[in-house]
């Protein structure tokens, strides 16, 4: 692990957006002036932090529907993001940030797409994207982490994807 010393500004909530569509977001098309994403939440907090992120963002985001799946209720709305916004995190973040940037950064994957371990401290992420595992990985080292990347190998059918496992520990304490 090491200490990044790029770009060093705060995550926009745009920023903090584009991480949650990475992790929840289905891209519905691609506009000249917009790209349209559909996402769809179960837990509160997720909601309530997505919503948050759009009223900071200046983002008025549709509600589409709301319906039961075994005897979870799931919400879905549409929402506009800038224009030529992916799922991947390389094209979408510069890899030359400083290390509060880089620490954010971890901060909002996990909280998207990870968890946190109580006891040790120790920080999960994982994708089916390893593009994006080997991105949060190289954020990760310059945030002061330490990294041990894994991956399940899922060959069930052939429509199921690997997972890529990324865990980090906190070198700077």
């Known amino acids: 692990s090491g200490s990044g010393s790029g770009y060093n500004d705060d995550l926009s909530?745009?920023?903090r957006l584009k991480i949650a569509t990475q992790a929840d977001g289905k891209l519905c098309y691609h506009k000249n002036t917009y790209s349209l994403y559909s996402i769809t939440l179960t837990k509160q907090r997720k909601i309530d932090a997505f919503l948050g992120l759009c009223n900071k963002a200046g983002i008025t985001p549709s509600r589409r529907k709301?319906?039961?799946?075994?005897?979870?209720?799931?919400?879905?709305?549409?929402?506009?993001m800038p224009a030529g916004t992916t799922k991947t995190l390389s094209k979408e973040f510069n890899i030359k940030i400083g290390y509060d940037r880089a620490r954010?950064?971890?901060?909002?994957?996990?909280r998207w797409d990870g968890s946190v371990n109580r006891k040790t401290g120790q920080f999960y992420y994982s994708s089916s994207v390893k593009d994006n595992v080997d991105f949060v990985c190289a954020i990760a080292t310059q945030a002061g982490y330490s990294c041990n990347q894994t991956v399940q190998i899922d060959n069930r059918k052939e429509t199921y994807k690997d997972i890529h496992r990324l865990f980090m520990a906190d070198t700077t304490t």
């Open 66 to 80: 709301s319906y039961l799946i075994n005897g979870s209720v799931k919400h879905s709305w549409s929402y506009r």
């Open 13 to 15: 909530p745009i920023d």
């Open 104 to 110: 954010q950064f971890i901060a909002e994957v996990v």
